[in-house]
């Protein structure tokens, strides 16, 4: 079946520095991606929608130049969290869409950030 | 606007009694419903999903759900709860089919199992 791969599962990083986060669709092709933050005991909130080849959209109160999102292929989109502060810390999950099995969206395992 | 109500935020049940939670959604047209779970630390995994059709729906592990459009409900069902069962439930809502367009998450249930 479909499947959502994101990396790295597991990532710390000091403050001030950059850290990239990768959700690849295995093996389907997804026009449409979205990253979720999800904080402790909480639901999943969504930041933005990535589209292939254009800018993403971001939800009101994200910070378009803090949370930097590329989506150049049809497989992969990435989450680039810059000079990251230990409020940043949280559980990012990415979702895809598979339109060829009736526009089913799948997740991510997720990506635990620590800024230490 | 769409939105997702999961009242319960808690719910603990003995292994092998059944289970249902509860999922009421806000929207104007047909909704497009899915359950999703979530064990500690990890992503989210698709149990089942309703566009059209029977209004009943199969999922994996045994779980099924009914959308019931006068009561604007979903609710989750598992005949015999499992240990492994134990973990973060979400109700989601999607406005359209056509995928690009986010899903609508409720606050969760978090089920506990207990011997």
Known sequence: GAVVSQHPSWVICKSGTSVKIECRSLDFQATTMFWYRQFPKQSLMLMATSNEGSKATYEQGVEKDKFLINHASLTLSTLTVTSAHPEDSSFYICSANDRSSGNTIYFGEGSWLTVV | ?115
């Open chain 2, 1 to 115: 606007a769409q939105s997702v109500t999961q009242p319960d935020i808690h719910i603990t049940v003995s292994e092998g009694a059944s289970l249902e939670l509860r999922c009421n959604y806000s929207y104007g047209a047909t909704p497009y419903l899915f359950w999703y779970v979530q064990s500690p630390g990890q992503g989210l995994q698709l149990l089942l999903k309703y566009f059209s059709g029977d209004t009943l729906v199969q999922g994996i592990k045994g779980f099924e759900a009914e959308f019931k459009r006068s009561q604007s409900s979903f609710n989750l069902r598992k005949p015999s709860v499992h240990w492994s069962d134990a973990a973060e439930y979400f109700c989601a809502v999607g406005p359209t089919n056509s995928g690009n367009t986010p899903l609508v998450f409720g606050k969760g249930t978090r089920l506990s199992v207990i011997a």
